[in-house]
């Protein structure tokens, strides 16, 4: 099955961290770019973070210096590590994978992330 699949929400306090995961399956992850996006209740959904198959990454002003993508290609998945975690980081976290070569993309289903304290 063609997918990729997020894990790694959950809860934690203020100034915690979590790392999400987003494992690719049936196709070479690391020939896609891949955004990591955001949904918070009733807001729109925001990208967050970006890394291409050439390896140029991109973050949204507020999360500068805060998380850090990265890809393990021998796990065919892409990481998106979250430190010094806010309140207003809280939101359904969602993973696409997308190629212009074979102008195919794939999104997975979204992992919570919930701050508070």
């Known amino acids: 099955q063609v997918q990729v699949v997020e894990s790694g929400g959950g809860w934690v306090q203020p100034g915690g961290s979590l790392r999400l995961s987003c494992a690719a399956s049936g196709f070479t992850i690391s020939t896609y770019d891949v955004n990591w996006f955001r949904q918070a209740p009733g807001k729109e959904r925001e990208l967050v973070a970006s890394t291409t198959s050439g390896g140029r990454i991109s973050y949204t002003d507020s999360v500068k210096g805060r998380f850090t993508i990265s890809r393990d290609n021998a796990k065919n998945t892409v990481y998106l590590e979250l430190n010094s975690l806010r309140a207003e980081d809280t939101a359904v976290y969602y993973c696409?994978?997308?190629?212009?070569?074979?102008?195919?993309?794939?999104w997975g289903r979204g992992t919570q992330v919930t701050i508070s304290s």
């Open positions: 696409n994978a997308e190629s212009k070569l074979s102008a195919r993309g794939y």
